[in-house]
C-alpha cells in the first residue's frame, strides 16, 4: 500500500471519529436542553420551596460559591471520596485476585462478600459514628466499606477468567508465584477493575453525603442537610447540580481518558 493511501486511510479514520464525537456531543447537548426545559416547565406551576427555578437555583449557586466555604466544603468532600475509593482498590484488587486465583479461598469466603454487598450506606454510617464520631474517618470509613466488595467482586471475576494454561506454562518456567500474579493475572484483570471501579467511585460520591448528613460538621452533605433543615430549596438543587457536574467532569475527564488510553489496543484488534 502506498504512502498516500495510508495517509487518505488515517485522514479518513479520524475523520470519522471526529464525526462521531460531534454526534455524541450534540446528543448530550440535546438531553441538558430538553431536561432543562422540562424544569423550568415544571417550576412554572409548583411553589418555589417545592421546585425552584432554573433563575432562583442560579441565584443560589451564585450566593454560595460567594459564602468562602464552598470550595472548602468540596475540597474536603473530595478528599474523602477519594481516600476511601483509594483504599477500598488497594484492599480490593489484590484480595480479589487472592480469591480468584484459588478457588477453594473464594469459595470459602464468598459468602462473606455477599454480606458486604447487602449492608446498606446507612448502617455503615451509623457503626461509622460509633466508632470514629464526627471526623473524616467516618465518611472514609463508609465510602470504603461501600467501594471495596465492588472492586473486589469484579477483580475476582476477571481472575477466574484467567487461562489456566497459561498460568500452567509460566509454572513450568519456574516463575514465581509473584511473578505469576502481575505478569498473568493482573493484565488480565485490569479491564474488570475499571469497570468496577468507575461503578465503585459512583457509588462513592452518593453514600459520602450519606455519612455527612449523619456524622460530619462540614462537606457537601452536611451543607445539603442545613439547606433541608432550613427549607431552603433552592440551596440544595445549587449543590445537587454542582455534583453532578462534578461526578460528570471526573467520570468523562478522568477516569474514561484513562481507560481509552490503557486499553486503547482492543480498538485496533
Given at each position: 500500500m502506498s504512502s498516500v493511501s495510508v495517509a487518505r486511510s488515517t485522514f479518513a479514520?479520524?475523520?470519522?471519529?471526529?464525526?462521531?464525537?460531534?454526534?455524541?456531543?450534540?446528543?448530550?447537548?440535546?438531553?441538558?436542553?430538553?431536561?432543562l426545559v422540562l424544569w423550568w416547565l415544571a417550576a412554572q406551576r409548583v411553589p418555589a420551596f417545592i421546585l425552584p427555578g432554573i433563575g432562583k437555583t442560579w441565584d443560589a449557586l451564585r450566593e454560595l460559591v460567594a459564602t468562602g466555604t464552598f470550595t472548602e466544603d468540596l475540597g474536603i468532600t473530595l478528599y474523602r471520596v477519594v481516600s476511601g475509593f483509594v483504599l477500598a482498590a488497594l484492599v480490593g484488587t489484590p484480595l480479589g485476585i487472592l480469591l480468584g486465583a484459588n478457588r477453594?479461598?473464594?469459595?470459602?469466603?464468598?459468602?462473606?462478600l455477599?454480606?458486604?454487598?447487602?449492608?446498606?450506606?446507612?448502617?455503615?454510617?451509623?457503626f461509622a459514628l460509633i466508632w470514629f464520631g464526627i471526623s473524616n474517618g467516618t465518611t472514609i470509613f463508609v465510602v470504603f466499606m461501600e467501594a471495596m466488595p465492588l472492586i473486589l467482586t469484579n477483580v475476582w471475576q476477571g481472575s477466574q477468567s484467567v487461562n489456566?494454561?497459561?498460568?500452567?506454562?509460566?509454572?513450568s518456567f519456574q516463575m514465581s508465584r509473584a511473578k505469576v500474579m502481575t505478569k498473568i493475572?493482573?493484565?488480565?484483570?485490569?479491564?474488570?477493575?475499571?469497570?468496577?471501579?468507575r461503578l465503585a467511585f459512583g457509588f462513592g460520591w452518593r453514600v459520602s453525603l450519606v455519612a455527612e448528613t449523619i456524622g460530619s460538621s462540614n462537606g457537601v452533605g452536611y451543607r445539603l442537610r442545613q439547606a433541608a433543615d432550613l427549607v431552603q430549596t433552592d440551596q440544595v438543587f445549587a449543590w445537587t447540580l454542582t455534583l453532578i457536574f462534578l461526578m460528570v467532569l471526573l467520570e468523562y475527564g478522568i477516569l474514561k481518558p484513562i481507560e481509552n488510553h490503557l486499553f486503547r489496543w482492543k480498538r485496533r484488534v
Open positions: 479514520t479520524r475523520s470519522t471519529r471526529m464525526t462521531g464525537l460531534v454526534r455524541v456531543a450534540l446528543q448530550r447537548l440535546s438531553l441538558v436542553a430538553v431536561f477453594r479461598i473464594g469459595h470459602y469466603f464468598e459468602p462473606v455477599s454480606v458486604l454487598n447487602t449492608v446498606s450506606a446507612a448502617i455503615w454510617a451509623i489456566a494454561e497459561y498460568v500452567e506454562l509460566a509454572r493475572y493482573l493484565p488480565t484483570v485490569l479491564p474488570y477493575f475499571f469497570s468496577g471501579a
